[in-house]
């Protein structure tokens, strides 16, 4: 600041002092802005190039049922959607099963001795389990380079005597 600028916001409340900065800020803005271009001056858009990103979104219609997610940081595990949860029962633990294109879910299956435990997250269930990741993601070749989970979106339901299955579509 000039000295004669200090002389006249020394008399100034606070207030009057940042109304007088806010107009110099305006005219400082005002005076070093360039003007729109008119029609005559028009910039020739061919000269840019395009993104090479891809504006479009990963997501399939509808909601998801089952995840993998494949993280070093937040661990492997695998969520089931709170309709496919509700579906089989809720279980504390649960078997899975696998197909060449499909994966089934249920609290028990048959010839199958091996369970997984089941955590509550809200209304989604939650296995925790880092062998299973890795043997989904061998069994369907997952690739995970470039993302950390994995969604499907297909399933069906099967009864195997009294107990509901999931069965997901790995697409």
Known sequence: MNEATVFTTQGMMASEM????????????????????????????SDFSPSSSNGASHRTAGAGVISIIKTTKNGNRITLASEVNQEIGEPERVQIAFTEREIAIAEELPNNDNYFMVKKQ??????????LVKEITERFGLDFSDKVSITFHKVRYVQSGQKPVAIITVE
């Open 18 to 45: 940042e109304s007088s900065a806010d107009d110099r800020l305006h005219e400082e803005t005002t005076k070093t802005d360039k003007p729109v271009e008119t029609e005559e001056e028009e910039t020739c858009l």
């Open 122 to 131: 809200k209304s989604k269930g939650v296995i925790y389990s880092a062998s």
